[in-house]
């Protein structure tokens, strides 16, 4: 059988539609994972910012920020509630006594695990995905995500 021309709006609607998908899908996925590990009381971008603490042991609001790409303002109302929540918590160094900076608690801790669960386990999708294409088609995946990537940036 031979391969049909694609068009750009072949393309498009393809891109559409995934993107479409995956937020619903990630949304519901997401929500139940959530609910199955008790983590329902926290956001998707709280968990973020809980993986990125996590990865460092402390951080301030300036590379929390930069890690998720938010600004300062935004990263420290997620930080306030954290802190309410008591994921984390904020402590000065003895040779700093101005700069504010995060760790997890215990609880942190452990919503820092889960939340590597849920990567590891969205990466074992995406990798079984993958293995089904072959070296030529896996090189314009990846030029395609580079191009989008780079897309995003300079918009």
């Keep these: 059988m031979a391969k049909e021309n694609v068009t750009t709006q072949d393309l498009l609607k393809g891109l559409s539609d995934f993107l479409h998908l995956k937020d619903e899908r990630t949304d519901s996925d997401h929500k139940k994972i959530l609910e199955d590990n008790g983590l329902d009381n926290y956001s998707l971008t709280e968990l973020h910012v809980i993986h990125c603490i996590g990865e460092e042991s402390m951080r301030n609001l300036t590379t929390i920020s930069e890690y998720m790409a938010m600004t300062r303002g935004a990263v420290s109302k997620i930080c306030s509630r954290l ?34 669960v849920l990567h590891q386990q969205s990466q074992a999708k995406w990798s079984a995905l993958f293995e089904q294409y072959n070296q030529s088609e896996k090189q314009a995946i990846q030029r395609f995500f580079t191009d989008v990537t780079n897309t995003f940036r300079h918009s």
């Design 83 to 116: 802190q309410k929540k008591g994921a984390i918590e904020k402590i000065k160094l003895a040779d700093n006594q101005k700069e504010i900076f995060f760790i997890l608690t215990e609880e942190g801790e452990r919503l820092f695990h889960a939340h590597e």
